[in-house]
């Protein structure tokens, strides 16, 4: 089966560690006490909370320079699941909009870590079409404007809106479906 994953937010923790880098860098924690660190209440959680756009840009400047910050993020719950995947002789591919001169070798080399040998692994802001071109069986994201524009261009490809707090609306369009976990995924899919 040729599977697609998107990495943050679905497979690894990029939330909690920027999370941290807003408030190391701007010197204040603004985020209340009550807000999940590894899946926040709305999208734009630091300037919902209060971070200045400057602020913000600093963080993602930092992030884009730094040579580790995506290899030292944590895995989620469905790594070792995905992992398990690829030694079963399944095509996997890694989405990502990630930034940086090294997003995409960190992103492997974070992947070989958690036991995905050779990973394939594009960085590209143009989901909907990649999911598309490459024919995926299933893909899931976590951010609802992404599963949208993969629903509305890859119509062969059953997609998943991995559930969590920032993308809980109402859309018009459902050619999707939205599971707890990567697990209930990969159940719904048969692997």
């Not at 941290?20 to 010197?27: N, T």
């Amino acid at each position: 089966m040729r599977l697609g994953f998107d990495v943050d937010g679905v497979l690894a923790d990029f939330n909690s560690a920027y999370r941290r880098l807003c408030i190391e860098m701007s010197g204040r924690d603004l985020f209340p006490p009550e807000d999940d660190p590894t899946y926040p209440a709305v999208w734009g959680y630091p300037e919902y909370y209060g971070y200045t756009d400057e602020e913000v840009a600093q963080v993602w400047k930092r992030i884009e320079a730094d040579p580790d910050f995506w290899f030292n993020l944590n895995p989620l719950p469905g790594m070792a699941q995905v992992a398990n995947l690829y030694w079963r002789g399944h095509d996997l591919y890694f989405i990502s909009q990630r930034v940086g001169e090294t997003a995409k070798r960190q992103t492997e080399q974070w992947l070989i870590a958690y036991s995905v040998s050779v990973p394939t692994v594009l960085i590209t802001g143009r989901k909907g079409s990649i999911v598309r071109d490459l024919r995926l069986d299933a893909y899931i994201d976590d951010r609802l404007s992404n599963v949208q524009n993969v629903a509305r261009m890859a119509w062969d490809t059953r997609v998943f809106l991995l559930d969590a707090p920032y993308n809980r609306v109402k859309p018009s369009q459902r050619r999707y479906t939205r599971v707890s976990s990567v697990a209930d995924m990969l159940a719904q899919v048969n692997v």
